[in-house]
């Protein structure tokens, strides 16, 4: 089996077994993985619920720079960023 | 902000509820007490209801069911979906060896998110050697496609040492081929059975270096396809591991008899006086435990860990290997190299690995 990376047209999803939830605890939004938690921050958040295995980067960077009036360039370099590190530590799937 | 001067700890991550010190399997390095409790003195289905329930409160997030073999528990699923109702992550850790696919199924049915599922070797004549039983690793290639096909996601444990480090490249395409995720390659920890057995089990500082080439070579190869968790295991290391991340501070474990620990095998520590869910909350003992509360913090170390800038990274390292390696618990763990005993734990395990393996003193009910 090869290594799997990620493009602007793949479709993120969480990876089976990762479950995002909002702690009350806490006040803090996080993933919940097998044997790891990951706390996200509003913008990681913002992103991850997005996720849903259908919409493409491409696509979830468009309407992200529509919403918050920034360069989709900028904010795609950075989202392709934490999906390229998300994908290799199992948190998503494409 | 320093922890110990907080009034109160942080809340805990994650509960170890050992159901059961009851199992199929006699692997020499079992994680379990010498001394091991019998079903008749487990707590009830009642209790560990009211644990979960305690847990959840407390702001635990995940409940890692484990024993012995939790399989054997026939309400298993009960403590499942009670978990999972009350907002917990949910994850099995078993030996997979009394599996059926009605129980797998029933499991996910239960809300289960997640089955880590052990295997101690690829070869079937080592697996059956280092587990102490027959035929584990057929019904372990079993067990993990009839939690496939209950569609739950998995992880293979596999503990190394140097019977099997040189499988670890197969172990490796095992869990792919497996379906696993995640693959846990968990060096032997040495105290209580594993301890006894440590001339059986300590590898050689090149399979160490062997293993760790192969782990970062996998990850590059199997990016985004299989996670690999890895650490250099302690006799070789220069650095203590932040044991438990830190003791009392994101951790606890609830015993088959209801004392609750800050780790798996904190009662090594004949000093440490524990307390019992039967007699207080788990909210209770979290924060006035004396056992939690002994080397909670950095305000207990001794040097050289007192003055060291990394007192808060690792947290001194491990407590019972302390204890175990310099009959003091409160001393740096051997495994820092600022410890005035590092060079002879390195020495014992040189020594040890050079040495022929002796047999194994396995895993047993009266502690003999």
Not at chain 2, 7 to 16: E, F, H, I, N, Y
Not at chain 2, 282 to 304: K, Q, T, V, Y
Request: aromatic share 6%.
């Amino acid at each position: 089996m090869n290594a799997v990376s990620i493009a602007a047209t793949s479709c993120p999803a969480l990876a089976r077994g990762v479950k995002m939830r909002f702690d009350e605890a806490r006040q803090q939004w996080m993933l919940n993985a097998p044997e790891r938690v990951l706390m996200l921050d509003e913008i990681a958040q913002v992103i991850l619920s997005r996720c849903d295995g259908a919409i493409s980067i491409n696509a979830l960077c468009r309407e992200l720079a529509l919403e918050f009036a920034a360069p989709q360039e900028i904010i795609q370099a950075d989202v392709m960023e934490m999906m390229a590190d998300m994908l290799h530590r199992g948190f998503i799937r494409i | 902000m320093s922890q110990v001067s907080s009034p109160l700890p942080p809340a805990p991550m994650a509960l170890l509820a050992e159901l059961t010190h009851r199992c199929p399997l006699a692997c020499p390095y079992c994680s379990n007490p010498l001394t091991l409790e019998h079903a008749a003195n487990e707590l009830d289905t009642a209790a560990w209801r009211r644990v979960l329930d305690e847990a959840a409160k407390l702001g635990v997030l995940q409940v890692h069911f484990s024993g012995g073999e939790p399989l054997i528990r026939k309400d298993l699923e009960t403590l499942i979906a009670h978990g999972a109702s009350c907002g917990l992550y949910t994850n099995l850790i078993t030996s997979g060896m009394a599996l059926t696919q009605r129980r797998a199924d029933a499991l996910a049915k239960a809300g289960l998110d997640h089955a880590q599922l052990s295997l101690q070797d690829t070869d079937a004549r080592g697996a059956d050697l280092f587990a102490g039983s027959k035929d584990t690793l057929a019904k372990k290639t079993a067990s993990a496609a009839m939690l496939r096909a209950a569609d739950l996601p998995l992880t293979l444990n596999a503990v190394m040492h140097r019977g099997n480090l040189n499988h670890l490249e197969a172990m490796i395409e095992t869990a792919v081929r497996f379906g696993a995720g995640r693959l846990e390659v968990a060096h032997v920890q040495y105290y209580g059975w594993a301890l006894r057995n440590r001339a059986a089990l300590m590898p050689t500082r090149a399979q160490i270096d062997r293993a760790t080439q192969s782990v970062t070579a996998a990850r590059a190869r199997l990016s985004g396809v299989l996670v690999i968790d890895y650490v250099v295991p302690d006799y070789y290391a220069s650095r203590p591991k932040a044991c438990m991340g830190g003791w009392g501070q994101r951790f606890l474990n609830v015993d088959p008899v209801g004392r609750v620990l800050p780790c798996h095998a904190a009662t090594t520590i004949p000093e440490l006086r524990f307390d019992n869910v039967h007699e207080k909350s788990l909210g209770e003992i979290w924060e006035n435990s004396s056992a939690f509360n002994r080397f909670r913090g950095a305000d207990w170390m001794p040097e050289p860990c007192r003055s060291c800038e990394r007192k808060e990274i690792d947290w001194g390292g491990c407590r019972c290997q302390a204890l175990a390696l310099t009959g003091n618990a409160a001393a740096a763990d051997p495994a820092c190299a600022l410890s005035p005993h590092h060079e002879e734990m390195f020495a014992i395990a040189q020594n040890e690995a050079a040495t022929e393996a002796p047999e194994f003193i396995y895993r047993r009910m009266d502690g003999e």
